[in-house]
C-alpha cells in the first residue's frame, strides 16, 4: 500500500475559531494589535495550541473573507495603527473618526470611508521620509523582490479599481481589461501613487502578520489559515491570470463554481467564482497552485484547504443559471495537484475541509494525500449511529468542531432544534443540555480526533446574536466582535478549567 503524502496530525491538541476581524479595537474592526496578542495570551492560560482564523485576503462587496480580490494579499483592515501613530506616520487625531466606529460590530460601510484616508496619510508620510525601512519591519525595496510573482499585478489591479471608481475589471476600459495591454498603459501620477501605496500597506500587513506569528509561536500557539479553493472574478489573479481559468474571449466566466442543494441551502450554494482551466495548471506544473500554498504557509502554520471535494471533481454551474440547483460534477486532477504540491512543500500541515455530501472518490483521494479532514458536533445529532459526524465514528487523523463559521453559535443551534433533536443530543452526551456549549466543547476534547477546535462564540456560550456568517445571506455577515471585558470575564472563569479539561484528556 502506497504511504500518503502527509502525516502530520500525530499528537493530541486543541484551539479556537476566531477571525481577526472579531478582535476588540477602538478603529472599528479587529486588528493584528494588543488585543490580538491578549488573545495568543490568553490562548496560552487556558492551554489551547491552536489558533483558527478565516482567509485574511482584502475583501469587497459583501465583506467576506472567501471573496477577496487577491489570493496572496492581506486585507489593510487588519494592519495596526498604533505603531504608526507611535512613529509619526499618522497623527493621533487622525484616527478620531475611526474611534467613533462601533466597538460590538463591524460596520464595513462606515469604516470603508473612514480607513482608507488614514492609511493614506500614512503612505505619504512615510513616501517623504525616503526611508526604505519602518521600524524593524525590514525592506521595502527586499518586501518587492520576495513578492515579485504576485505583488505588482495586485499593486496596478487594485490602483486601476480606483481610478474606475470600484468597477469590476471587465468593465474598465478596453485597453485595461487585459493585464498584457494595461501594463504598457502610461498612468497618470495618481494611479501610480495608488498603487505605490498598497504596496506599502502590503509590506505594513506582511510584517505585522509575521511579527505575531512569532510571538504565537513563542506562546506554543500555532495559527491555521484558511485558503478558499476557488478566488473571485474580481479579482487581480484571474484579471492578471485570466488563461488559468474558464473564461469566454472577452473575460467572462464559461460557468461558475458552487454547490448542489444541501444542509445550509434548498437551493444548493452559487458562488459564482470562475473555474480553473486544469488542463492549463497541469500543464505548468500547477506552478500558481504551488506560489499561492507557498505564499499561505508564510502566513500560517498550518493550512485548511476550504471545499476540498472540489479538488476531485468540482460543481459546474452554467454561467446564466440564477442557483446552483441546475449544475454537473466535473473530474479535476486530484492527486497529481497534491503531488506536486508536495514535492514542493513537503513539511507543508495541511487540513482538508470535507464536509458535505462526500464521495468514495473524495475520501479515498484524502486518504491518499494523508490530510486530516473535520467533524462537526452540530451535524452529528438526530439521526442514526452511523452518521460519520457522531465521535464514536471518529478517526485519529482528524479536526473536530464544535461549530465552524458557517454555522450558528451552539446554543443558538441547540435552541432551533426540536424537541427529539434535542433529547438525542441530552442521551447521547448524559447531559442536561444546561449548558450545551461546554457540553460541546467537552464532547470535542474527549473524542479521538487529534484536534479540536471550538468557536470562541461557544467559549463564551453566546446565542445566535454572535453568528458570524450565515450562507446564501447576502447582508449581516462577518460583523461580530467580543468586548475585551469578555475575554477577561472567559479568562478568570473558564481557563483553568478549560486548561484541565485539556490535560485530563491528553491535550
Same mark, same amino acid.
Not at 500525530?10 to 486588528?31: C, K, M, Q, V, Y
Given at each position: 500500500m502506497t504511504a500518503p503524502l502527509y502525516n502530520w496530525l @500525530?499528537? *493530541?491538541? !486543541? /484551539? !479556537?475559531?476566531?477571525? $481577526?476581524?472579531?478582535? %476588540?479595537?477602538?478603529?472599528?474592526?479587529? @486588528?493584528m494589535g494588543s488585543s490580538a496578542y491578549r488573545y495568543v495570551d490568553f490562548m496560552h492560560t487556558a492551554g489551547l495550541q491552536v489558533w483558527q482564523i478565516c482567509p485574511l485576503g482584502p475583501t469587497g462587496y459583501g465583506d467576506s473573507p472567501y471573496q477577496c480580490f487577491s489570493a496572496f494579499a492581506g486585507n489593510p483592515y487588519f494592519i495596526d495603527l498604533e505603531p504608526l501613530v507611535a512613529d509619526g506616520l499618522i497623527t493621533p487625531a487622525e484616527i478620531d473618526t475611526l474611534k467613533e466606529l462601533p466597538r460590538d460590530t463591524v460596520d464595513y460601510g462606515w469604516l470603508y470611508h473612514a480607513f482608507w484616508p488614514v492609511l493614506q496619510k500614512a503612505y505619504e508620510r $512615510?513616501? &517623504?521620509s525616503g526611508a526604505d525601512h519602518f521600524k524593524d519591519y525590514g525592506s521595502l525595496s527586499a518586501f518587492k523582490k520576495a513578492q515579485a510573482t504576485w505583488l505588482d499585478d495586485y499593486a496596478l489591479y487594485t490602483a486601476l479599481k480606483a481610478e474606475f471608481e470600484g468597477q469590476c475589471w471587465l468593465d474598465w476600459p478596453a485597453k485595461y481589461r487585459s493585464y498584457t495591454s494595461a501594463k504598457k498603459q502610461k498612468l497618470s501620477e495618481s494611479t501610480q501613487e495608488v498603487a505605490d501605496a498598497h504596496v506599502f500597506y502590503q509590506y505594513l500587513f506582511y510584517a505585522q502578520l509575521a511579527k505575531l506569528r512569532t510571538y504565537a509561536s513563542s506562546k506554543g500557539v500555532e495559527i491555521l489559515g484558511d485558503v478558499p479553493i476557488f478566488v473571485a472574478l474580481d479579482s487581480s489573479d484571474v484579471? !492578471?491570470? =485570466?488563461?488559468? $481559468? &474558464?473564461?469566454?474571449?472577452?473575460?467572462? =466566466? +464559461? !460557468?461558475?463554481? /458552487?454547490? %448542489? %442543494?444541501?444542509?445550509?441551502?434548498?437551493?444548493? &450554494?452559487?458562488? /459564482? @467564482? %470562475?473555474?480553473?482551466?486544469? +488542463? +492549463?495548471?497541469?500543464?505548468? /506544473?500547477?506552478?500558481?497552485?504551488?506560489? *499561492?500554498? *507557498?505564499s499561505n504557509l508564510a502566513f500560517y502554520d498550518i493550512v485548511r484547504l476550504d471545499h476540498f471535494r472540489g479538488f476531485e471533481s468540482y460543481w459546474s454551474v452554467p454561467a446564466k443559471e440564477t442557483t446552483a440547483k441546475k449544475g454537473k460534477w466535473i473530474k479535476c486532477p486530484g492527486l497529481k495537484l497534491f503531488q506536486a504540491i508536495a514535492k514542493a512543500c513537503p513539511d507543508a500541515k495541511l487540513v482538508a475541509e470535507d464536509l458535505g455530501v462526500i464521495t468514495d472518490e473524495v475520501n479515498e483521494l484524502r486518504k491518499a494525500t494523508g490530510l486530516p479532514g473535520m467533524a462537526v458536533l452540530q451535524f452529528a445529532f438526530g439521526g442514526e449511529s452511523d452518521n460519520s459526524y457522531m465521535p464514536h465514528n471518529y478517526r485519529h487523523n482528524c479536526v473536530v468542531y464544535s461549530g465552524t463559521h458557517d454555522n450558528d453559535t451552539t446554543l443558538g443551534w441547540y435552541r432551533s432544534l426540536d424537541e427529539d433533536s434535542q433529547d438525542h443530543i441530552r442521551r447521547y452526551l448524559g447531559v442536561s443540555g444546561d449548558t450545551i456549549s461546554w457540553d460541546l466543547i467537552r464532547t470535542a476534547i474527549q473524542s479521538c480526533a487529534h484536534l479540536a477546535i471550538f468557536p470562541m462564540q461557544d467559549l463564551m456560550s453566546l446565542d445566535s446574536a454572535a453568528r458570524l456568517n450565515t450562507p446564501g445571506a447576502p447582508v449581516g455577515n462577518w460583523q461580530w466582535r467580543y468586548q475585551a471585558y469578555q475575554l477577561d470575564e472567559l479568562e478568570i472563569n473558564s481557563a483553568a478549567y478549560l486548561r484541565e479539561q485539556l490535560y485530563l484528556y491528553g491535550r
Open positions: @500525530n499528537e *493530541r491538541s !486543541a /484551539g !479556537a475559531l476566531l477571525h $481577526f476581524s472579531s478582535l %476588540p479595537s477602538d478603529t472599528g474592526i479587529g @486588528n $512615510f513616501k &517623504q484579471w !492578471a491570470h =485570466p488563461e488559468l $481559468f &474558464q473564461l469566454t474571449k472577452d473575460g467572462k =466566466p +464559461k !460557468a461558475v463554481a /458552487g454547490v %448542489p %442543494p444541501d444542509y445550509f441551502s434548498v437551493d444548493g &450554494q452559487l458562488w /459564482g @467564482n %470562475p473555474l480553473y482551466d486544469w +488542463k +492549463k495548471h497541469k500543464e505548468t /506544473g500547477f506552478t500558481w497552485w504551488i506560489d *499561492r500554498i *507557498r
